[in-house]
């Protein structure tokens, strides 16, 4: 499968962002999805991913009432709604798509958030 990510841009502290992530290939899988973000000089970072269904999410703390993942698998298409941005929310996005239980093993190429103050 292949992904790509879109959406990103621009945005001052408390302002709001959706990033995109545009599945093609082999989307008839039932992938586990997620995002993660990468800021300069620091490690990738995961955020948040969710289910086929998409009745089962998973956050981590910080973005935890912040960031909201969902998918629309009629559409291929994995979002992800960023609210009350801050500059440390920086980063490079990455979308990734995997098995439940397994690795991500298909990631999108990234897409620039930045946040000013």
């Known amino acids: 499968v292949q992904l790509q990510a879109s959406g990103g841009g621009l945005v001052q502290a408390g302002g709001s962002l959706r990033v995109s992530c545009a599945a093609s290939?082999?989307?008839?899988?039932?992938?586990?999805m997620g995002w993660f973000r990468q800021a300069p000089g620091k490690e990738r970072e995961f955020l948040t991913a969710?289910?086929?269904?998409?009745?089962?999410?998973y956050y981590a703390d910080s973005v935890k009432g912040r960031f909201t993942i969902s998918r629309d698998n009629a559409r291929n298409t994995l979002y992800l709604q960023m609210n009350s941005l801050k500059p440390e929310d920086t980063a490079v996005y990455y979308c990734?798509?995997?098995?439940?239980?397994?690795?991500?093993?298909?990631w999108g190429q990234g897409t620039l958030v930045t946040v000013s103050s």
């Open positions: 990734a798509a995997g098995y439940y239980g397994g690795p991500y093993n298909y």
């Open positions: 290939g082999r989307t008839n899988s039932r992938y586990v």
């Open positions: 969710i289910n086929w269904s998409g009745a089962t999410t």
